[in-house]
C-alpha cells in the first residue's frame, strides 16, 4: 500500500509572519518604546510593532532617528532625505509617513510631491539634497565624484554628506523590515500615500505616459 505523502505545512511569511504580534502582544521589553511612540504620533505605527519583535531593534532605531535628527540638516531637509531614500527603495510605508511628516512641518505641497513622486521640486537646494540621497540610495553609496561636486555647489558641505549618509543608513533598515513583513501603511497615513500616487499618475500623463 501507497501512504499519502504527508506535506508539512508552508512557513508562514510576510504579513502572516507579523499577524500576531500587536502592541499588546508585544514583548514586556519593546513597550516602553511602544508607549513613546504612541506619545508622538497619537498611537502606535504598525512599522514600530514590527520591529518590536526584537526590542532592541526597535530601541535602536529610535534612538538613531532622534540622532538623525540632530544633525545639521534642517527638519524639513531631514523628511526629504527620508523620502528620498524610501522612494529609491520603491517602500511606501515609510514615504507615506516622512510626507505627511514634511507636510506638518510646513513643507509646501509641491515640494512634499516633488520628493515623493520623483518631480520637479522648485527650491533648487532641495532638490539637489533630493538627488543626491536617491544617487547615495540607488549606488549603494558608490556615487561618482560629479555628484558629490554637485551636492557641495547647491550650497552643502561635508557634515551635510555624511548626515545624508546616515539618513540612508536609518531609513534603509525601516524601508527592508516593511517590505519583508508586508507592513500596511497607517490610516493616518493613508491620505499622504494616495496624494502621492495621485501626483505620480499626473506626472506620467504629463509626460505622455
Do not use: C, W
Not at 509617513?97 to 512634499?112: M, N, P, R, S
Not at 560629479?146 to 540612508?168: C, H, K, P, Q, T
Not at 494616495?194 to 499626473?202: N, Y
Amino acid at each position: 500500500m501507497i501512504r499519502p505523502e504527508i506535506q508539512s505545512p508552508r512557513p508562514l511569511t510576510g504579513k502572516a509572519l507579523f499577524d500576531d504580534l500587536t502592541e499588546d502582544t508585544a514583548p514586556a521589553a519593546a513597550q516602553p518604546v511602544l508607549a513613546k511612540a504612541r506619545e508622538v504620533f497619537g498611537f502606535v505605527p504598525n512599522l514600530a510593532i514590527t520591529m518590536a519583535a526584537v526590542p532592541a531593534a526597535l530601541e535602536g532605531y529610535f534612538h538613531v532617528l532622534q540622532a538623525f535628527g540632530e544633525t545639521p540638516l534642517s527638519p524639513i531637509e531631514q523628511q526629504i532625505v527620508l523620502m528620498s531614500v524610501s522612494r529609491a527603495n520603491q517602500a511606501e510605508y515609510s514615504l507615506a509617513i516622512h510626507a505627511a511628516l514634511a507636510a506638518k512641518l510646513g513643507a509646501d505641497a509641491d515640494t512634499v510631491r516633488g520628493a515623493g513622486t520623483g518631480g520637479a521640486i522648485g527650491d533648487p537646494k532641495l532638490a539637489a539634497l533630493r538627488r543626491f540621497s536617491e544617487a547615495l540610495t540607488v549606488s549603494r553609496g558608490q556615487v561618482s565624484a560629479s555628484e558629490v561636486e554637485s551636492f557641495l555647489a547647491a550650497g552643502y558641505d561635508r557634515a551635510a554628506l555624511v548626515a545624508v549618509a546616515f539618513g540612508v543608513a536609518v531609513k534603509t533598515f525601516a524601508n527592508t523590515l516593511a517590505h519583508l513583513a508586508k507592513t500596511p501603511v497607517d490610516a493616518a497615513f493613508a491620505p499622504a500615500l494616495a496624494s502621492l500616487r495621485q501626483g505620480t499618475e499626473s506626472r506620467v500623463q504629463a509626460l505622455g505616459g
